[in-house]
């Protein structure tokens, strides 16, 4: 019974090895290091820098994506975690598509509506303790960015229960 315990515990903590966390990744790692050390990304974008980015998308319900920005030379110039309130507030009216998920990663789910010719982007984090969404919103046609919308996510928080 003990060696089975001890198994299990070896697995578990070998599980938790692959969970980004704010320390998980240092300025000037290489990106085999990285892999290695965060498994493969859940998204790789090229950004208008010439950079590269990997995204990390973890917690429950995805609430934390983390980006990870390796400069030229292939090495890391930049960690974050990119789901903050500061980040939704700092895309600006007109951005593109590519420009949104350059800074957030990709979102939990996009849908479009055809009656207001608009696509909306829906990621789920966290501000504080409160489990949130935030619609970021398109016109379909140019598919530039209008809004975003921040709200307390309905399905941790009801009519009458705070």
């Not at 085999?32 to 950079?51: C, F, N, T, Y």
């Not at 980006?67 to 593109?96: I, K, W």
């Not at 489990?131 to 140019?142: S, V």
């Amino acid at each position: 019974m003990r060696f089975v315990l001890t198994l299990l515990t070896v697995f578990a903590l070998a599980g938790c090895a692959g969970i980004p966390r704010p320390t998980s990744v240092r300025t000037g790692e290489a990106q085999d290091v990285v892999r290695a050390q965060l498994g493969a990304p859940a998204s790789e974008r090229k950004l208008a820098s010439g950079e590269s980015a990997w995204y990390y998308v973890t917690g429950p319900s995805s609430y934390y994506t983390w980006r990870v920005v390796f400069g030229r030379d292939g090495r890391v110039t930049e960690y974050t975690q990119v789901l903050t309130m500061q980040n939704f507030f700092a895309l600006q009216e007109g951005a593109t598509r590519d420009a949104v998920l350059d800074r957030l990663g990709p979102p939990l789910e996009r849908m479009s509506f055809t009656n207001t010719g608009t696509e909306v982007w829906t990621y789920r984090y966290l501000d504080g303790t409160f489990q949130m969404l935030a619609d970021a919103t398109f016109g379909a046609g140019a598919g530039t960015f209008r809004q975003v919308t921040t709200f307390l996510d309905p399905a941790y928080h009801s009519a009458g229960y705070e």
